[in-house]
């Protein structure tokens, strides 16, 4: 490898990106941080593959992507019902006040479905297109577009933001709000 | 000298995002398509994991790695 100092740089450069991408996929900071491990490890293998100018943060978030659910494949191998282990670890997690929005999330997160969880954060978090977040699924812009708004208004009901935000949260009547004023 | 280049140059990196000003109100326009407040607890939970120091055995591993590959360069 002939530049190795710079594809280092690099990578240290996306690390904090890549955990908060791992941790907002598991939950979990121990899990995240042996994604981020394999995900720097095969990027360092697989140097080769990747061509320069083109998206080295698309790239390195589809390599632990695909390295989160090999994981998952396993784990499912191992415990049938690791959903419910899983959720029920996270919703315990949730105890310090300072943290408790923090918390929220981070369990809100956990009981979305595995697609639109990634979805909802490629594009609500990490900054990626629509466009981008699509390539790194591997599914249409579309279908991206999709999964985004079930995990929008899925993680406003279960923080409760819709009816916190307003007092009265039915689109009908803040539309007759609006047009009254 | 073409002097098209030259200001190129001079103008620095190249801007990704509009960012359109109505009413002192800023529009991202192309970034993000997620603004209400959903969007921002979001961002802010990402943001708040992404400011944790990295842990030693990421940045140690690179430095492995980055070692091993010099010693490769050197043989």
């Known amino acids: ?181 | 000298m073409a002097e098209n280049t030259d200001s190129k140059k001079l103008s620095g990196k190249p801007v990704k995002t509009k960012v359109k000003k109505m009413n002192g109100i800023q529009h991202q326009s192309t970034l993000l398509p997620i603004h209400d407040m959903l969007g921002d607890k979001l961002k802010a939970y990402y943001a708040q994991v992404a400011s944790e120091p990295i842990p030693d055995r990421l940045t140690d591993l690179l430095a492995e790695l980055e070692a091993q590959s010099a010693k490769k360069r050197q043989s």
């Open chain 1, 1 to 181: 490898m002939s530049n190795a100092p710079e594809f280092a740089d690099q990578l240290i450069a996306a690390i904090p990106g890549l955990r908060a991408f791992g941790v907002s996929l598991t939950a979990k900071s121990d899990r995240a941080d042996d994604l981020v491990q394999e995900t720097l490890l095969k990027a360092w293998k697989h140097h080769d593959s990747f061509e320069p100018g083109t998206n080295m943060k698309a790239w390195l978030y589809t390599i632990l992507r695909n390295e989160f659910y090999t994981q998952i494949r396993k784990r499912k191998r191992e415990v049938e019902d690791a959903d419910g282990v899983y959720s029920g670890r996270v919703a315990v997690q949730a105890g310090q006040h300072s943290h408790l929005d923090m918390a929220d999330m981070r369990s809100a997160l956990a009981l979305l479905p595995d697609d639109q969880r990634e979805a909802i954060i490629l594009v609500g978090a990490s900054g990626f297109s629509y466009e981008e977040a699509a390539d790194i699924c591997h599914v249409a812009v579309g279908t991206i577009k999709s999964r985004v708004s079930r995990a929008r208004a899925r993680l406003n009901e279960l923080l409760q933001l819709a009816s916190d935000e307003t007092q009265d949260s039915s689109p009908e009547n803040s539309t007759a709000a609006l047009i009254d004023r």
